[in-house]
């Protein structure tokens, strides 16, 4: 089914529209969460949780890419859940490692972070990332949006390890250069 | 947390970017096309050459001996190469293209029966001491997929670090580096006097090369500079790998060896990014 005929079955408040999710993008999610979260029943607990938040936000949302729209979801609670695991310290794992990565080409606290909105931020994060390559672009988001391990990017994308940490970490530091110039560190 | 709030953020991009990410890639073409086209040229270079002189031969002293046929009509622009039943060490039909491993890097073979005579630039760099099981690609220096290279000698001109010559029964082939497969490896280049040698590589930067402090002995050298567009290096203090650009290098005199620092979160191999690396560089070549 095209994401256009589920996206009105949820405007039309049809519950078919979770089980068309489910059959289109069930995998998707799985993937998503499942980089992200060691445990299945957390992640199951995560994919549930977005198909709920699916149904609330949509409507007042008609949005045109339905697999990105319910990726940021699933990512966003399964980010939630492993924040949560984390500092209860019960967990320790790739997506762990890759937040831990990003704190490394962080020197600096982010400036007046309580007071910084969010999506000034994520604003910044997309025209940093319209400055890169898109070879550079893709292996970032894969390590650091999909938390994908480091030896799954190799076989992606046929790169040795020391080609991909060597551009993860050119990257992370064009990252710190530019947030520093955008003011934020 | 800062990076949370960052990762947080980074959840809420533009759609494009994730629709891009989560596309297939499309893999890095390997280097055999590249290769194959620069040995297609090469070879008909030498077809074309070895008809002049053959030709030239015909028409001064009757029928050419050899292994290249002509058409019938020279004028026609289509010739064939006859490989000779001896003396070529490279017609495996169906297997891989020869392969030989030295100073950490891989050469292929992109010409054969190239010349009968030696250069006078040209240093006996060593020999050829094993084959991989299988033909299987070499993994140690000095180790080739071909068992009939075994105990041939290899020569390299200093100049020209990407050739290697191997001596098979009095002639000589070339082989070419494939740097698809050193990218970004790091290399250094250093040269001594009382060494013919002169090129430092780190050849596993994870566990072998990384150590915890200066040797007490190490002395500055001065600054390593990037070789452009991330060739072999070929100049004093030069290196191959871009993260090195800039970096101090020491020469410690009891190991034989090169040291550089990298400060606290440059290391991309490091797994306490906090702390700075040392990263010890082994002369490339093997112990005269």
């Known amino acids: ?185 | 947390m800062n990076s949370w709030f960052l990762s947080d953020a980074l959840g809420d991009i533009r759609d494009s970017f994730l629709q891009e990410a989560s596309e297939p890639p499309e893999k890095k073409k390997t280097s055999f096309g590249r290769w194959a086209v620069v040995a297609a040229c090469l070879c008909l270079a030498a077809a074309v050459g070895l008809f002049l002189i053959l030709a030239d031969r015909q028409s001064s002293s009757g029928t050419p001996q050899g292994s290249i046929s002509l058409a019938e009509h020279p004028s026609q622009s289509e010739y064939t190469v006859q490989p000779s039943s001896e003396g070529h060490h490279s017609q495996h039909p169906g297997d891989e293209a020869a392969v030989i491993r030295y100073a950490g890097m891989q050469y292929q073979i992109v010409l054969t029966s190239a010349t009968t005579a030696p250069r006078d630039s040209w240093i006996e760099v060593g020999t050829v001491q094993s084959a991989a099981e299988g033909g299987q690609a070499p993994t140690a220096d000095l180790q080739t997929n071909r068992a009939e290279y075994v105990g041939c000698r290899l020569y390299q001109d200093p100049a020209n670090p990407e050739e290697l010559w191997i001596e098979v029964d009095g002639h000589y082939e070339q082989f070419h580096a494939l740097w698809e497969t050193t990218y970004s490896e790091p290399w250094i280049w250093y040269h001594r006097l009382y060494r013919q040698k002169d090129v430092y590589c780190t050849l596993d930067v994870n566990t072998q090369s990384r150590k915890e402090a200066l040797p007490q002995d190490a002395e500055e050298l001065g600054r390593l500079r990037f070789a452009p567009d991330q060739r072999y290096p070929s100049e004093e203090l030069e290196t191959s790998f871009d993260l090195l650009d800039g970096k101090s290098v020491w020469y410690s005199a009891s190991q034989d060896c090169l040291f550089v620092e990298l400060p606290p979160g440059e290391d991309p191999y490091s797994d306490t990014p906090s702390r700075s690396s040392i990263w010890r560089f082994c002369p490339a070549e093997p112990e005269k």
């Not at chain 1, 699916?54 to 729209?69: D, Q, V, Y």
């Not at chain 1, 790169?159 to 530091?173: E, G, I």
């Open chain 1, 1 to 185: 089914m095209e994401d256009r005929q589920i996206v009105e079955l949820f405007w039309q408040r049809n519950e078919a529209a979770i089980a068309e999710t489910q059959k289109k993008y069930g995998s998707y999610c799985r993937s998503i969460a499942g980089n992200i979260l060691s445990q299945d029943e957390d992640v199951k607990e995560v994919i549930n949780d977005a198909y709920l938040g699916t149904w609330n936000a949509i409507p007042p949302h008609r949005p045109e890419n339905l697999s990105t729209f319910l990726g940021k979801i699933v990512r966003r609670l399964a980010m939630k859940k492993l924040r949560y695991l984390t500092a209860e310290k019960r967990v320790s794992n790739e997506a762990a490692v890759s937040i831990e990565e990003l704190e490394s080409c962080i020197p600096s606290p982010l400036r007046a972070e309580a007071h910084l909105e969010k999506a000034e931020l994520t604003e910044s994060i997309n025209r940093f990332l319209d400055t890169l390559k898109p070879e550079e672009r893709r292996i970032f988001l894969r390590r650091y949006w999909f938390c994908d391990p480091i030896p799954s990017i190799c076989s992606q994308y046929g790169f040795r390890q020391s080609k991909v940490k060597s551009m993860l970490l050119r990257t992370r530091k064009k990252l710190a250069s530019w947030l520093r110039k955008e003011g934020f560190l």
